[in-house]
């Protein structure tokens, strides 16, 4: 697929050991890459800090365990320079409920931005898409992957797992099924939606509109989806 204006898409994903960015830690980092030389994959699991280890929860929730990480898992440096190499030329970065894998990625590559200051520059060069915020103009409630996969019937392509690589390959076929279904998603691009109840979650970024986004038990007609009302903001 291609999004206009950009030579280089990275839909991505991470398993963490929680919901804080800034305290937790990425345990499973992965990514499909798509461009003209065609598709990468990368998928990685992540050695924690001695002393650390995997929630009960996460363990249930993504199968990921201590063994695994111990036995398979690779650096935080190495997982981290093997992301960063995708940043190529005019780069979006694609995910779904973007602004939390963001911010995992952001502060990890902030704790290597001594050794590693073009992460940061690759990072911050680059532009983001968040799935979430498209599919919460085009349908119901409720919003997750799983969702998106059955509304765009999927489900014997692709499975989600809770574990990083399928997810990225789901979401791969859940953004080129919403760019046939519509296309305007270079409307979106650095725009996130949010839920007023819970607001902003994690560091804001800086290139990133943020506003809040009601539900709707419809497709939103053009000029009522979020990018167009911020537009409209703008005048």
């Not at 204006?5 to 499973?28: A, M, P, S, V």
């Not at 695994?68 to 190495?78: A, F, P, Q, R």
């Not at 520059?121 to 919003?143: E, G, M, W």
């Not at 809040?212 to 167009?228: I, K, V």
Request: charged fraction near 30%; include cysteine.
């Amino acid at each position: 697929m291609e999004i206009q204006g950009y030579d280089n898409l990275i839909f991505f994903d991470t398993e963490t050991t929680g919901f804080d960015g800034q305290k937790n830690r990425i345990i499973e980092l992965a990514a499909v890459q798509v461009n003209s030389s065609g598709e990468k994959h990368i998928d990685k699991f992540i050695k924690l800090p001695e002393g650390e280890s995997v929630p009960d929860k996460i363990v249930e929730l993504t199968g990921i365990t201590d063994k695994i990480l111990s036995e398979e898992g690779v650096s935080e440096i190495e997982a981290c320079a093997e992301f960063a190499e995708l940043f190529t030329g005019k780069t979006l970065l694609v995910a779904h409920n973007a602004q939390f894998d963001l911010n995992f990625i952001g502060y990890t590559f902030w704790r290597n931005r001594h050794e590693h200051p073009e992460w940061i520059r690759a990072f911050n060069a680059a532009d983001y898409l968040d799935t979430l915020t498209v599919f919460k103009d085009r349908r119901s409630y409720p919003h997750k992957l799983q969702n998106a996969i059955d509304t765009y019937k999927l489900g014997d392509k692709v499975q989600n797992t809770h574990r990083a690589i399928d997810d990225c390959l789901a979401l791969f076929e859940v953004t080129k099924a919403m760019q046939a279904e519509r296309n305007d998603l270079e409307s979106y691009i650095n725009i996130f939606g949010y839920n007023q109840k819970y607001g902003i979650s994690g560091s804001t970024i800086t290139k990133v509109t943020y506003r809040q986004q009601g539900f709707s038990d419809f497709m939103r007609e053009p000029q009522y989806t979020l990018p167009e009302v911020i537009k409209r903001e703008r005048k």
